[in-house]
């Protein structure tokens, strides 16, 4: 199933993204892995910033063991 068949898919539902603001350098970047992926600047960012938290959500997840002491442990 491809994902533009997919409506729940927050990458297809973002508003436009506003890039005023960005160094230039980082919006060339942006756009060149864009065209590289074949989608929108905006949906890049969208999903690199999904894949970013979810793995810091799943780093929160592995990063701490109550079970075993009673207090979260840090990675360092």
Same mark, same amino acid.
């Given at each position: &199933? ?7 898919? +927050? *990458?297809?539902?973002?508003? +436009? $993204? =506003?890039?005023?603001? &960005?160094? +230039? ?12 992926? @074949?989608?929108? &600047?905006?949906? $890049?960012? !969208?999903?690199? =910033?999904? @894949?970013? %938290? ?7 997840? %592995? !990063? %701490? %063991?109550?079970? *075993? *002491? @009673?207090?979260?442990? !840090?990675?360092?």
């Amino acid at each position: &199933m491809s994902a533009a068949s997919e409506p729940d898919d +927050p *990458t297809l539902n973002a508003d +436009p $993204w =506003i890039i005023d603001g &960005m160094l +230039p350098i980082a919006v060339a970047h942006a756009e060149a892995a864009a065209k590289a992926a @074949g989608v929108t &600047m905006g949906e $890049w960012l !969208s999903r690199l =910033i999904a @894949g970013q %938290t979810a793995a810091e959500e799943a780093n929160k997840s %592995t !990063s %701490t %063991t109550p079970e *075993t *002491t @009673g207090n979260p442990v !840090s990675k360092p």
